[in-house]
């Protein structure tokens, strides 16, 4: 059974930076597109980001576009989501999810598997 596991939450202050990863057990990683997303307390799940699956495609919501960047490294197995100029309203819990094909996509109805999330928290 295909697993996904991320690491590399905390706290930190305003205007730090955090790198989380996400590493997927099986063979199939570099099939899929992966894609980042987060819920903050009450609100709903939102896309960060995501990545195709050799790469080359990558997408950003507009909150995080040019202090976030998303990558991946197909030999390791995992996705990276470095995180700079954080701000406090950053502050929530990150998965990682894998796509139903070979793009990332921005709604979460197109992942089948996700992560049990780590928590980053953005205060001072």
């Known amino acids: 059974q295909v697993q996904l596991v991320e690491s590399g939450g905390g706290l930190v202050q305003p205007g730090g930076s955090l790198n989380l990863s996400c590493v997927v057990s099986g063979r199939t990683f570099s099939i899929f597109g992966m894609g980042w997303f987060r819920q903050a307390t009450g609100q709903e799940r939102e896309f960060v980001g995501g990545v195709s699956r050799n790469g080359g495609l990558v997408d950003y919501a507009d909150s995080v576009k040019g202090r976030f960047t998303i990558s991946r490294d197909n030999a390791k197995n995992t996705v990276y989501l470095q995180m700079n100029s954080l701000k406090p309203e950053d502050t929530a819990v990150y998965y990682c999810?894998?796509?139903?094909?070979?793009?990332?996509?921005?709604?979460?109805?197109?992942?089948?598997?996700w992560g049990q999330g780590t928590q980053v928290i953005v205060s001072s």
């Open positions: 999810a894998r796509d139903r094909t070979s793009v990332a996509r921005r709604s979460p109805l197109g992942y089948d598997l």
